[in-house]
């Protein structure tokens, strides 16, 4: 049984039922209105009829009709394919589309998408809101699907001023007659168009990029007026006719099961209480009001039971007497050599004939998503039998598939809905019992009511998928010069993707390697291996996911044997990167930007003593380094300055790239130097912001990004950023103490300036 079996298995609500596969034509039909519950196009272009007849096989992302609606006044409804979390995708959406179809993106109102085929423009495969995948693997698709919706207006134009189609060109949101001066709005002639067959997607031609009025330019976001303005609807705010709350306690470790209740009939009792129920793992109340169901269900007093011997072994079980500390001494200790991901056969000739040896253990943490927004989920059963969801999610598609199989409903039965959402740093993908959505679909059935689950922010920190913990023992290499000539990297951890959906001992899982591997430092002999360590937690993606840790372990240890074979780290990364022209102008990029490299430490202006440290990365398909100026006061890290050059290749919209830089340098500081999620005696230490400190806007140092546009096939910019930072505030700690940063957060150190 696979870990999304088991998440079948959550509920008493399992039917043993596969998930069925929602046909295009239902789709259709649900778009046009014919089910309830589903999304509405309204007028527009066409939602059945000749244009889908005649191309069946439309591949997804060219249906028009499922992400475009034009109506009279010419302003359009954009669906996107991804979710908008605050990175700026409907901007991006919006800017890409309105390039091809000659529309300002400024006029578009982008919503979520529903769950649907037409929407797998992953590389024309499946669709998540993740991995900075969003508009580098769907920019072609969604620059076509704004070209096609512009040819049929075009067509539509020609037939109602009966002149040839060649004769006319567009400007934005018009159609345009030279010869005769005659102009038609988008919206005259849209519902002309919903007559009209969709052209074959081949048969368009794109935009010259040199001819690019919207993409490439900083554009203002089109979301942040509603959310400056608190009209933005996140799934926390959602509301239905008849809905009633539940709040919920969970067991206080993983894997326990609900017992005896001892005052049950006490709380049963209580003014506002409507039901008390037995979930898989946790207690729930429902009530007409939220707070009422809260300070009920934690009034229980529920007798937890071990799980049975016979209990799936791939459940995961958090033993009463695990603590972080110890995991960590485990991880370190472990014995083996791991399995090897990457490798010279040679290292250990290399390692024999190194004139000096460098061994170092590194440490990441575990860590919360500690996303603003609580995890909530509003179900609800029509009177038709179909489902409604309204819930925060990275993977619609993902969900409703499962949902059917916990349910037994088709899946064109389950209408998820999407709203934006509060932060998620991949959160919100399908974790295994970290999920309130089965919770909710349970108490729905058994109440006969909508019901909205919401986690507390305590059951969010006792239940949220952590980002892997992880040791990396390092051997390194040096000539006569001090130069590396060798490197080892073992890492013991789990990975998150095996972590979720099970290991494959055959295989390496990417993800708990990445940015120990794929190293462009010209390093001749080197191993990069994984040791397995099962985690007792669930472990889930965090923003960057692997890059987040192994950056810092590979681009701190390089400054170790920086410093052992007498080089300065800069010229040495310079050194590594010879003939790579992108890193190497990259790497000089960021010099600059700080005004010219130096290292320290040095006196600041204000007297106090700085130095400064260099971090690069390579993650989703972008190219990152950092350079980070620190101090020390009453014993902890002062960061004044960080400056980060970023290479996603080619762009959409700078301002966003901007922003997504800044918001991933607070993540990685707030990493660095102080988040860490502990266990003890198998329970988190914190349940709340009070013991899991973040960074604070007071510590926030200024950001400086310049973007380097190299040309290279389009990369992420919502993690890149992320990586380098973590290293360059560490390296520039132990140029400025002597002391050798190998752990994480910095709080657990004491410097002295």
């Known amino acids: 049984m696979t870990r999304l079996d088991r998440l079948f298995a959550l509920t008493s609500l399992l039917s043993g039922r596969a998930p069925v596969n929602l046909s295009r034509r239902r789709f259709l039909l649900s778009a046009a209105g014919a089910t309830a519950g589903s999304l509405v196009l ?182 942040i007026r509603d959310k400056s303005t608190g009209k933005a609807v996140y799934a926390i705010d959602t509301k239905v006719e008849d809905m009633v709350h539940a709040a919920v306690q969970h067991a206080p470790r993983l894997g326990l099961t609900v017992g005896t209740i001892a005052n049950e009939a006490e709380v049963a009792a209580m003014p506002g209480v409507i039901s008390i129920h037995r979930l898989t793992g ?157 919770q909710a679909i349970q108490l729905a059935r058994e109440t006969g009511r909508p019901v909205k689950v919401i986690w507390s922010r305590e059951e969010e920190f006792l239940r949220d998928p952590l980002r892997p913990m992880a040791a990396v023992r390092f051997r390194g290499a040096l000539d006569a010069e001090g130069m590396p000539v060798a490197l080892e990297a073992i890492s013991a951890c789990e990975g998150p993707t095996e972590g979720i959906w099970g290991r494959n001992p055959e295989t390496l899982d990417p993800t708990a390697l990445e940015g120990l591997t794929g190293k462009a430092y010209a390093i001749p002999n080197r191993r990069i291996a994984q040791l397995y360590v099962e985690n007792p937690t669930m472990l889930a993606y965090w923003r960057s996911v692997g890059n987040s840790m192994n950056d810092f372990f590979y681009e701190t240890f390089l400054d170790e044997l920086a410093d052992a074979g007498g080089q300065d780290p800069f010229e040495l990364r310079l050194h590594l990167l010879a003939g790579n022209e992108r890193l190497t102008t990259l790497l000089r990029s960021v010099a600059d930007l700080s005004g010219g490299w130096k290292r320290g430490p040095f006196t600041a202006e204000d007297g106090s003593r700085r130095a400064r440290g260099i971090g690069m990365a390579s993650p989703f398909g972008s190219e990152t380094a950092a350079i980070a100026e620190v101090s020390i006061r009453d014993g902890e890290v002062v960061v004044h300055d960080v400056w980060e050059a970023i290479d996603p290749g080619s762009i959409v919209n700078p301002a966003i790239i901007e922003a997504q830089v800044n918001s991933a340098v607070a993540l990685g500081l707030s990493q660095v130097l102080l988040e860490e999620t502990a266990y003890e005696n198998g329970m988190p230490v914190a349940r709340n912001f009070d013991m899991y400190p973040i960074l604070t806007p007071d510590r926030m140092p200024r950001v400086h990004t310049t973007i380097v546009e190299s040309g290279a096939p389009m990369g992420g910019v919502g993690e890149p950023g992320l990586p380098p930072v973590p290293p360059a505030v560490a390296n520039a700690v132990s140029a400025l103490t002597g002391q050798r940063i190998r752990r994480m957060p910095l709080s657990r150190y004491t410097f002295e300036a």
């Open 42 to 223: 309204g007028i527009g272009l066409p939602v059945a009829g000749r244009a889908q007849d005649a191309a069946p096989e439309i591949a997804p992302g060219t249906r028009v009709p499922a992400f475009i609606e034009i109506r009279p006044d010419g302003t359009i409804r954009l669906l996107s394919p991804f979710n908008e979390g605050g990175q700026g995708i409907f901007t991006a959406m919006a800017q890409i589309v309105g390039e091809e179809l000659d529309a300002d993106p400024a006029g578009f109102t982008v919503e979520n998408a529903p769950a649907g085929e037409d929407y797998l423009v992953v590389n024309g495969q499946m669709r998540i809101t993740g991995g900075s995948m969003s508009v580098r693997t769907s920019y072609d698709t969604m620059r076509r699907l704004g070209a096609l919706t512009r040819r049929l207006l075009l067509e539509a134009a020609a037939t109602r001023l009966d002149v040839p189609v060649d004769d006319l060109t567009t400007e934005p949101g018009e159609i345009v007659h030279a010869a005769s001066g005659r102009r038609l709005g988008y919206g005259e002639v849209a519902g002309d168009a919903l007559d009209l067959p969709v052209p074959d997607p081949d048969s368009v031609t794109l935009k010259d990029p040199a001819d690019f009025r919207w993409i490439g330019k900083p554009l203002a976001r089109v979301d």
């Open 282 to 438: 946790a207690v729930a109340v429902v009530s007409e009001r939220w707070w009422t169901a809260r300070k009920a269900v934690e009034a229980l007093e529920v007798d937890w039971a071990e799980p049975e011997p016979d209990t799936d072994p791939l459940v995961r079980y958090m033993p009463a007497d695990f603590s972080t500390e110890a995991f960590a001494e485990r991880l370190a200790s472990e014995p083996g050599e791991g399995t090897t991901a990457e490798s010279e056969d040679i290292v250990e000739t290399a390692f024999d004939a190194a004139e000096t040896v460098v061994e170092a253990t590194y440490h990441s943490q575990f860590l919360n998503h500690a996303q603003l927004e609580p995890p909530s989920t509003v179900a609800r059963f029509n009177d038709d039998g179909s489902l409604e969801l309204w819930m925060p999610n990275q993977a619609p598609e993902q969900f409703r598939d499962v949902i059917a199989g916990i349910t037994g409903l088709e899946a064109d039965r389950i209408a998820i809905h999407s709203p934006i959402l509060g932060g998620f740093f991949g959160r919100h993908f399908l974790y295994p019992e970290a999920n309130p959505f089965p």
